[in-house]
DNA sequence: ATGGAATCATTAACATATTAGATAGTCAAC
DNA sequence: GTTGACTATCTAATATGTTAATGATTCCAT
């Protein structure tokens, strides 16, 4: 008997329209032999001059461990160098090449065009309703979401 | 000199909003031993019996070589059986197994309070005016989107 | 000064994403 | 009944996501 949940997944209609945008990016960011997270990151730096790991990990919405790869073979193609910083060992500090530079200098103004477009295909007022909707989602002060209370067992091998 | 897009990310404010509603329903999945892809998976075939793996691919938002890797791994633990279509051998079956339905049962109610306790947390209003958004994304037709030239070059060693 | 908590980055182990290509089966035209 | 286009799935190679644990510093209270 086929059971269905009394929801629509809402998870996953984000994927889906994430998808449905960045279809008409995804080209022009792998064209240049760039990934999506390498150019979220050399767009980031870009606009500040240089940036430490655990901002990009904020900024870029990717964990510590993957952004340790990500840098390391970004380091290996020379688009970013990383310095430790003197007064405190532990950090950081990620910046551009010379080569990102002209690369971001080339591909930004292409983004910039696909947007323009794609806002003219979905409509302004879709792009804005999309931007304060997320916004809400995202930036609302709400107290701590309560958690629903789990049952003991935890192992697939108990089923 | 600090470079800034004239625009901000708008899907990478589709990771983050979505971040912030799976958050609170990831807790919940891998309490019972099951990652977000392989309750997508099993959720989806819950509602029909019986899905072939591109029809899974489409409704789960999931490419096929990753599929091909999930469902053997689900295969491996009993959470699913695939067998071939004798009409057509190229096809495939997946169908959940005993272990899988027991599963679902009590994990569903789980992840639908959750849910409600989300809904109190965001408003129904904030819930509602997502569904509408993201569906205009999704589903309305529109022609086909261009494309911004892109100049020759290819290589990140060209820079 | 010193030991323990906290911080930042990394490593390890595994699962998934992405692109390109291979494989095997189907089907229609010839 | 073969060939050739097409379809569904899978492999392979590389990049990233996810969780837990480690290593190296710094900080802070004693």
């Not at 990009?56 to 290996?76: H, K, N």
């Amino acid at each position: 008997m086929p059971r269905k949940l009394a929801y629509r997944n809402l998870p996953q209609l984000f994927l889906r329209a994430r998808e449905e945008l960045l279809s008409h990016f995804r080209p022009i960011i792998t064209h240049f032999g760039l990934t999506e997270q390498q150019w979220r990151i050399l767009r980031a730096i870009a606009e500040t001059e240089q940036l430490e790991p655990r901002e990009i990990c904020e900024i870029c919405q990717i964990l510590s461990p993957s952004l340790t790869g990500v840098l390391s073979r970004m380091e290996d193609v020379g688009l970013i160098t990383r310095t430790r910083m003197a007064e405190d060992q532990r950090r950081v500090l990620v910046r551009m090449t010379p080569k990102s530079e002209k690369l971001v200098a080339e591909l930004g103004p292409l983004i910039v065009e696909q947007y323009k477009i794609i806002e003219q295909a979905f409509g302004a007022e879709l792009i804005n309703e999309l931007y304060t909707v997320l916004d809400k989602v995202i930036s609302i002060e709400r107290g701590p979401i309560p958690q629903v209370k789990l049952p003991p067992r935890k192992e697939l091998a108990d089923y």
